[in-house]
């Protein structure tokens, strides 16, 4: 019986996707947040926690698409996390590689121009200061945490459903050729010779 697929390939793939849609989105929202975003929420604790909550919906818009494929693998929960944590930091170049005086430039010259050097300076910041790294930790453990519920999830119900296995059948018992087959429990008992009397058991 086949054994019911893991679905690690298609895990990493849609991982892989999702990213790409998260670092897009958060770019908007980073970009046009303003627009529907109140300014006393965006500009709390110098803005951290806008980024940590647009990271969260980010790490939990990931996980979401992720577990629409139900994953069985244990690797796509750190898979996710990884992922998570890329979509946010894309989605930060992205925003300021398409920012020109505080507005939105969405010039796919200005993009391609400026987004390797964004990607670069983003280690420095990182490196300087711990706020960068809590919108990080914050969307990879979202979607950490809620794939691998997912995969208990999956792996208990494909156990609860396969059939256990049929015991293994018993060897037949080798017998010599043209030799009788003679059952194992029930020896037959000796017959003795038909011309010797009897023992009466009298003296």
């Known amino acids: 019986m086949s054994q019911p697929r893991s679905g690690l390939l298609s895990g990493l793939i849609v991982g892989f996707v999702a990213t790409l849609?998260?670092?897009?989105?958060q770019a908007a929202v980073l970009l046009y947040g303003d627009r529907f975003i109140?300014?006393?929420?965006?500009?709390?604790?110098?803005?951290?926690?806008?980024?940590?909550?647009?990271?969260?919906?980010?790490?939990?818009?990931?996980?979401?698409?992720?577990?629409?494929?139900?994953?069985?693998?244990?690797?796509?929960?750190?898979?996710?996390?990884?992922?998570?944590?890329?979509?946010?930091?894309?989605?930060?170049?992205t925003a300021r590689a398409t920012t020109t005086g505080g507005r939105p430039d969405l010039?796919?010259?200005?993009?391609?121009?400026?987004?390797?050097?964004?990607?670069?300076?983003?280690?420095?910041s990182l490196k300087d200061s711990w706020e960068p790294w809590l919108p990080l930790v914050v969307a990879a453990l979202t979607a950490y945490f809620l794939v691998r519920v997912r995969v208990g999830r999956v792996r208990a119900r494909r156990a609860s459903l396969t059939p256990p296995e049929d015991p293994a059948p018993?060897?037949?018992?080798?017998?010599?050729?043209?030799?009788?087959?003679?059952?194992p429990t029930n020896p037959s008992r000796p017959t003795g010779d038909l011309f010797t009397p009897k023992d009466s058991g009298r003296a």
């Open 38 to 93: 109140p300014a006393a929420f965006l500009t709390a604790g110098d803005g951290l926690w806008a980024m940590t909550t647009i990271a969260f919906a980010s790490g939990l818009l990931l996980s979401l698409l992720v577990c629409l494929f139900r994953p069985g693998s244990r690797l796509l929960p750190w898979w996710s996390a990884l992922c998570s944590a890329a979509a946010v930091a894309l989605g930060w170049t």
């Open 21 to 25: 849609v998260c670092a897009v989105a």
């Open 170 to 183: 018993a060897e037949p018992e080798y017998r010599a050729p043209f030799e009788p087959l003679q059952s």
């Open 107 to 124: 010039s796919l010259d200005r993009l391609i121009t400026n987004f390797p050097a964004e990607l670069t300076g983003l280690w420095p």
